[in-house]
């Protein structure tokens, strides 16, 4: 089966489409260069008439997460961008999914999370001295609405 939470794209600065979620497809792309999904793949019982690789499917789950989503319904903001993330399960294929996870399996979890946490310390320049920063940059949208009580702007003086 295949792990990789997301689709191979190209960025470009003249580009004439524009897409949302880039900046989770981003993180996803890190996680899938760690070999997460992989990991969680091997970790997860597959059974052969499985569409959807769990895998995949919790690592895409943890994008969700990152993303601001609050149950398995919000796995919607991945389906709606197939170029980004590929072929993205439903809702309810997260929810199995989450709950086909034995106490065994989460330990098999525990461990694939962990090995990728040291990968992440043995590829840092800054093992053993501090932690790992992650900077992914990000364009700032303004939107301003004069409905929204106490909006504030923010560090760059926008809203």
Request: negative net charge; proline residues 3%; contains cysteine.
């Amino acid at each position: 089966m295949n792990g990789t939470s997301t689709a191979r794209v190209r960025v470009e600065a003249r580009g004439a489409g524009v897409v949302s979620h880039v900046g989770l497809h981003a993180l996803g792309s890190f996680a899938d260069r760690l070999g997460l999904g992989d990991g969680l793949s091997r970790a997860i019982p597959q059974r052969p008439t499985l569409v959807h690789d769990r895998g995949k499917v919790l690592t895409q789950a943890m994008l969700v997460l990152a993303g601001g989503g609050e149950s398995c319904a919000d796995i919607e903001q991945l389906r709606c961008e197939e170029t980004l993330f590929g072929d993205v399960c439903s809702d309810s294929t997260l929810h199995r999914a989450v709950h086909e996870i034995t106490p065994e399996v989460r330990a098999e979890m525990a461990s694939v999370v962990a090995a990728v946490r040291g990968e992440v310390w043995r590829r840092s320049s800054e093992t053993r001295s501090g932690p790992v920063i992650v900077d992914i940059d990000s364009t700032l949208v303004e939107i301003h609405s004069e409905n929204k009580e106490g909006a504030a702007p923010t560090y760059k003086h926008g809203y």
